[in-house]
């Protein structure tokens, strides 16, 4: 199966954890970030396959982070999965434009992002 390493950033740890046990329950390799920040931060360590990151987190949200690895050579062409609650069209079309892969929201059903994370990892 996948040995596909997938970076998680999601501030609520309760959503981290459900997603981390799902992705490693499919083959997944699955590391995790409380904020953008963090994220950032291991990804200069970490050249994961796919991202799934939340919107509304604190230090930095994922819109933002979104914008900075797209700029860089190294991190642009990882696919990512927006994953939040935000769901109003505006914010949808601005994270699609950012170079989102795929735009979940919460509350989601799991089957239907782990549906996601394969389309995504198969570009």
Known sequence: ????????????????????????????????SEDGLEGLTRLESLRPDLIIVDIMMPRLDGMTFV???????RTQPIPVIFLTAKNDPKTMIQGINLGARFYVTKPFQIDELL??????LAG
């Not at 740890?13 to 995790?32: D, H, I």
């Not at 914008?67 to 050579?73: G, T």
């Not at 549906?115 to 995504?120: E, L």
């Open 1 to 32: 199966m996948a040995n596909e390493t997938i970076l998680v950033i999601e501030d609520d740890s309760s959503v981290r954890t459900l997603l981390s046990k799902a992705l490693a329950g499919k083959g997944y390799q699955v590391e995790t």
């Open 67 to 73: 914008r900075a690895i797209k700029q860089h050579e």
């Open 115 to 120: 549906a996601k994370v394969q389309k995504a």
